[in-house]
Every structure is written in structure tokens, then in C-alpha cells.
């Protein structure tokens, strides 16, 4: 079946007009190393927005009850109360009158890495950097715009602090500017201009491998990682062969004149999803926020066609109550391979939580054992008296 594409189709693109992928059922391998990079991240999201709720306040400490009100929002696992008690190495729980309501505020420990986190976020490079990450993220939607709620789904992976708008938005008005969406009650953040120093994509960059430019169409190969056990099918394998060998679109470039069931718009959709989890900090994001994307870029469902295709490039982890998709070639076994600073203090808020478990599971050891003790004791106390009774009876 042929098709007429654009004038501007590059010619290198002629190559595949239809789709060739086999019937061939693909199965999804469970990956523990993966699970565990995802599950090591388990309530750190709730816990990073109650805090910055909690410094929100002019006091710096918060009711309990108004924590209780974004249980849904902040996606919390339990009561605030709970979530709160959980935790008593970040939170702090007390009543400011007798009969007042309980209330929290942060730890010394907390508020210190807080303050370390912020000057991370202030430091000239890290501006630059989330500047550019930004900007390239708002360059894979194509009109250079998107609206600011689905910039809030990517906020925290994207590494941006809570007051992106203000701070960075502000910061770099050659930038950025917020502009009035389709919906008059909705506004988008929109890019200024093109950045073509920016239009190169994480995969372009290792292919130019120091060469001062690259051509376009080049036959660009994405890293593939199996889990162990994963049996990939000889026909799926030689399909996978020469789906790897179609010329490499870039994710900058404008790929819906192709034919969206050929096998080279899927290649091209498969680098969109490449290059927007290679703008993460911790190189994964939530499932829901990809599609969320997708749809409104008119992907449909590219995007999870793609998910379940490629899992040598993507994995899909169902840790921590959602669906987490996880970039492979980022990882080694549950280590993230580039140290950004943004991950080195969210790991240090990681160890300030596991903390707080350690010691809560001390504590219910010593409760344990202490009721334990007392039991023996009572018991000891009952045969003591039992036979002290019995001692009487025989003297008398």
C-alpha cells in the first residue's frame, strides 16, 4: 500500500512504508533490580510535598487535619497522623495548647537537608541545567507549548524545585513565557524560540562520538537489556534486527507525515519516549504521565504499543501502589548510572526516612520485649507467691 508524505520527507525516510512486525506474543519478565531502584523511592513523593506544604506555612508547622485534606492529592498510603508517626526522624508531632489539635513540624535533620536541596536548586549550573532541560522537554511537543498541568506531572522527574514558574520561568524570560491555552482557565508554558543548540538527542550525542555533527538519517541502534529469563523468539529477534537498522529520526524533528502503522514512525515514536525519559533526573517516570503526554501530543497509543514492543528499552515496574516506566540503559542492576546532585539528596532524604523505620522497629522490639519480660516476671511473681503459699500450708 503506498502513501504520499510531505514534500519535506527527507529521503532517508522512504525506506519502510508499512508496518512488518510479526505475530509473536511478548513476554513480560519481572526485574528485581528495577523494582528495587522504584521501590527505594517508596513515600518519598508525599513525603517531599507535606514538607513543602508544612514550609509553606508562616509558622513553619501545619494542623494535622490541613495535611489530612491533600491525603488524595499527595497520593498518601495512610492517615496524615500516621504517615506523620511513621516518620519521627522528618516529622514532628505536638500540641501547642492542651486541647488544640496535633500539629507537625520538620526535624533540625529535615530542615537541614531542605536547605542543602535549595542551594543545590540556586547553584548557577543547576539553573542553567533545568533551564535547558525544560526547554528541550517543552521542544519534544513540537508547538514548543505545553499546558502547565501536564508540566506539573513531570515537575519532580524533570528535577525542577516547587517554584519552577516563579524561579526559573522568571529567571530565563529568553526562555520561557506562560501563555493563555485552547482553555481561557488553563495556561501553558510556552518556549520563546527554537533552541537548535538543544535539538540533539541523548542517542545522536554518543553517535556523533565527538564529531562536530551528525547526519541526518543515520542508522542509529537503541541500547537493549533483557531481564534474566527473558526468551526473545528467533523471528522477533531478526524483526528486532532490522527495526534497529531503520534510519534514526530525531525525537526534534516533526515525524506525524509518517505513516503512524509504518515501522519507521514507530521507531521515531519509540525515540520521542527514549529522549523524555532521558531528560529525567532519575531516568523513569510514572506510566499515567507518558500517556497523559502522549495523548495530547496525538500519539494515541504509540506510546504504549511501544511499552510493551521494547522492554529490552523500557520497563514497566508495578511497585509502590502505580506503574512506573524505567529507562534500562540508565540502570545497572538498581543503580542509577549518572550521580545528578538532585538524586544524590533525594537519597539522603531515602536514608533520613529509613531511619525513622529502623528506629520505630527498635522501639516496637524493646515494647515487644519489655511485655515479654513482664509477662515472665508476672509468671515468676504468680509461682513464687503459689509456692510460698504452698510452703505455708505444709509449716503450719
Not at 261 to 283: C, I, R, Y
Not at 353 to 382: H, I, P, V, W
Request: proline share 6%; net charge positive.
Amino acid at each position: 500500500m503506498a502513501f504520499l508524505f510531505k514534500t519535506t520527507l527527507k529521503p532517508q525516510h522512504h525506506r519502510i512504508l508499512r508496518r512488518t512486525f510479526i505475530a509473536a506474543k511478548i513476554k513480560w519478565v519481572r526485574d528485581p533490580y528495577l523494582d528495587e531502584a522504584v521501590s527505594k523511592e517508596k513515600n518519598l513523593k508525599p513525603l517531599l510535598a507535606l514538607k513543602t506544604l508544612i514550609l509553606s506555612a508562616p509558622s513553619k508547622t501545619l494542623p494535622a487535619a490541613v495535611a489530612a485534606v491533600n491525603k488524595p492529592q499527595f497520593r498518601l498510603p495512610t492517615t496524615a497522623l500516621n504517615f506523620f508517626h511513621k516518620y519521627p526522624s522528618v516529622f514532628r508531632i505536638f500540641q501547642p495548647k492542651p486541647l488544640s489539635t496535633p500539629h507537625v513540624r520538620l526535624t533540625p535533620q529535615a530542615i537541614a537537608l531542605h536547605n542543602e536541596e535549595l542551594a543545590v536548586h540556586a547553584s548557577p549550573a543547576r539553573l542553567q541545567e533545568a533551564a535547558e532541560r525544560l526547554a528541550k522537554f517543552l521542544m519534544l511537543a513540537g508547538a514548543r507549548r505545553l499546558p502547565l498541568r501536564i508540566v506539573d506531572c513531570f515537575r519532580f522527574d524533570l528535577g525542577l524545585p516547587d517554584n519552577y514558574i516563579t524561579g526559573i520561568c522568571c529567571d530565563f524570560p529568553e526562555y520561557f513565557q506562560i501563555s493563555s491555552g485552547n482553555d481561557p482557565e488553563l495556561l501553558d508554558l510556552e518556549l520563546v524560540s527554537w533552541r537548535e543548540n538543544l535539538a540533539c538527542s541523548v542517542l545522536e550525542k554518543r553517535a556523533m562520538n565527538g564529531n562536530s555533527d551528525i547526519r541526518k538519517g543515520m542508522r542509529i541502534a537503541f541500547p537493549m537489556f533483557f531481564s534474566r529469563g527473558f526468551d526473545l523468539q528467533r523471528k522477533v529477534k531478526d524483526w528486532l534486527d532490522d527495526w534497529q537498522n531503520l534510519p534514526y529520526i530525531s525525537p526534534y524533528e516533526n515525524g506525524f507525515h509518517l505513516n503512524p502503522n509504518s515501522d519507521q514512525a514507530e521507531k521515531w515514536a519509540v525515540a520521542v519516549l527514549h529522549e523524555l525519559l532521558s531528560l529525567m533526573v532519575s531516568k523513569k517516570t510514572e506510566r499515567d504521565n507518558i500517556f497523559c503526554l502522549g495523548e495530547y501530543l496525538g500519539f494515541g497509543s504509540r506510546f504504549k504499543k511501544a511499552l510493551v514492543r521494547y522492554s529490552g528499552i523500557f520497563y514497566v515496574s508495578n511497585k509502590i501502589r502505580t506503574q512506573t516506566v524505567v529507562l534500562r540503559e540508565a540502570y545497572r542492576k538498581d543503580f542509577l548510572l549518572e550521580n545528578h546532585p538532585l538524586m544524590g539528596m533525594r537519597h539522603r532524604y531515602i536514608h533520613l526516612m529509613n531511619k525513622s523505620e529502623k528506629t520505630r522497629y527498635q522501639n516496637a522490639d524493646f515494647l515487644n520485649k519489655s511485655k515479654q519480660d513482664c509477662k515472665g516476671d508476672c509468671k515468676l511473681e504468680n509461682q513464687a507467691v503459689s509456692c510460698g503459699r504452698r510452703v505455708s500450708g505444709i509449716t503450719g
